[in-house]
């Protein structure tokens, strides 16, 4: 992600003192151990010349340099933080709203209640950063004690942008977490290289198709499935609004699909992929996933919008299911759209699918029929590529209205690592899907020349 625009200097907030007796010292050293042995990292100090003979003595511990570094490193090591863009008039109002976050998004309490206690001194988020982002905008970073989260996903979304994503004028624009945060979340299990290898596709962008409209029987999206197959469709997926309906069965609907591929394969000699929506009320995803699966779905797509992040992660990591899983925008146009509010594109198309774990993700592309600007979309696909510990990168999925005449400009500003999904401009192409495919495949080739 592009960094916040530089503004004015500020001078970070002074630091709260901790009472020499608490156990939040003592606590705070045996992390700080832990950390240093865990990276086999040496104990060293930088010592100015000036200050190199001072006696430690002399200065409380609680006000001395070294406690700054100490906690400084504590701080990037082992806290989480999150970035807002804050509305506010001038920095005063804008400190005062990001403390007011501090409190929201932990202990949602009267600070009083908790001032002066260890539960202030590390449970209450921390402001570490404020800059100017732009006249009337600052940029807020705030720091969170992991241990507040757990190992709940559920309750680290809870914490980056819970009530106070009720409150006008703030918005999440990313978040970081310490590398030993990642035990909970282990990414995406395919990623880039993965689904290369899996749809045959060893460079270059991606040809993808959905099946649609809705209405359509489980034969006839069978049959679409052939016919796009047959034409080299590398990936295929379902249209999002299939789902269960009387006329076109899930069950019934991957067993046509499936059965349509492997005669695809049979004639041609080539392997496309199969991608089934598994969206559904509560725990059904979880058994359409595990069903798709069983019928023999290549993977599976999903609408974390509509499902949550939280069933996509346990999904995921589950060692039994082992099938890549794109993720669908419906539904999450309210949290990404606005400016002032919400949660930045980057974050919930990028870093949140990432850290559920999916392997690809569908967003509105620019030149569609939706309204995402070229930077947006720039932005999101930097974030499913962001460094995140030792997550895969994953694909992004411009889409919306794509056609052909696009692919040279989607080209040049996503680049080769990007999945094109094409559903109904190839379907009216021409009369004859098959053809429709190859065409697109050469105006595929074409615009990377």
């Not at 949602?108 to 950063?129: A, H, M, N, R, S």
Request: proline share 8%.
């Amino acid at each position: 992600m592009t960094a916040p625009p530089t503004g004015t200097p500020v001078t970070k907030p002074a630091m709260r003192r901790i009472p020499d007796d608490s156990p939040v010292i003592s606590n705070f050293i045996r992390q700080k151990a832990a950390l240093r042995k865990r990276r086999n990292a040496p104990r060293s100090f930088a010592v100015s010349p000036a200050g190199k003979d001072r006696v430690m003595s002399d200065t409380p511990f609680f006000e001395s340099e070294l406690f700054a570094e100490l906690k400084e490193d504590l701080t990037q090591s082992s806290r989480f933080t999150a970035t807002y863009r804050i509305a506010a008039p001038d920095y005063e109002e804008a400190r005062k709203l990001a403390f007011g976050i501090c409190v929201e998004q932990t202990v949602e309490c009267p600070y009083e209640l908790v001032k002066g206690t260890p539960i202030g001194d590390t449970i209450v988020g921390q402001i570490e950063d404020l800059k100017k982002a732009e006249p009337g905008a600052y940029y807020a970073t705030i720091s969170y004690d992991p241990t507040a989260v757990g190992n709940e996903m559920a309750e680290l979304l809870n914490m980056l942008f819970g009530n106070t994503s009720l409150q006008p004028g703030i918005k999440l624009m990313s978040f970081d977490l310490p590398e030993a945060m990642y035990d909970n979340y282990p990414g995406p299990r395919f990623g880039r290289t993965g689904l290369r290898d899996l749809c045959g596709v060893p460079r270059g962008p991606i040809l993808m198709s959905a099946i649609k409209p809705l209405g359509r029987s489980p034969k006839e999206l069978g049959q679409m499935v052939y016919d796009l197959a047959m034409g080299g469709c590398p990936i295929i997926k379902d249209d999002h609004s299939l789902m269960n309906q009387d006329y076109a069965p899930f069950e019934e609907r991957v067993l046509q699909c499936v059965m349509a591929l492997a005669d695809a394969k049979e004639k041609t000699g080539k392997k496309s992929m199969y991608i089934a929506n598994c969206t559904a009320d509560g725990l059904q995803f979880l058994d359409r996933a595990y069903k798709a699966k069983e019928i023999g779905a290549d993977g599976i797509m999903a609408a974390p919008a509509i499902t949550g992040f939280t069933m996509i992660r346990d999904l995921a990591r589950d060692p039994d299911f082992n099938l890549p899983i794109f993720l669908h925008p419906c539904f999450s146009g309210p949290q990404v759209l606005s400016k002032e509010s919400g949660i930045s594109p980057f974050c919930y198309y990028g870093q949140l699918s990432r850290l559920a774990g999916a392997d690809a993700v569908i967003f509105p592309s620019f030149g569609g029929r939706f309204s995402f600007s070229r930077e947006t979309c720039t932005n999101i696909c930097e974030g499913t590529n962001e460094k995140m510990a030792y997550l895969r990168p994953i694909f992004p999925i411009p889409s919306g209205g794509m056609r052909w005449q696009l692919f040279k400009d989607m080209y040049k500003t996503y680049g080769a690592d990007t999945i094109f999904l094409v559903g109904g401009a190839l379907q009216t192409e021409g009369p004859n899907l098959t053809d429709n495919v190859k065409f697109f495949l050469e105006k595929l080739e074409e615009a990377q020349q």
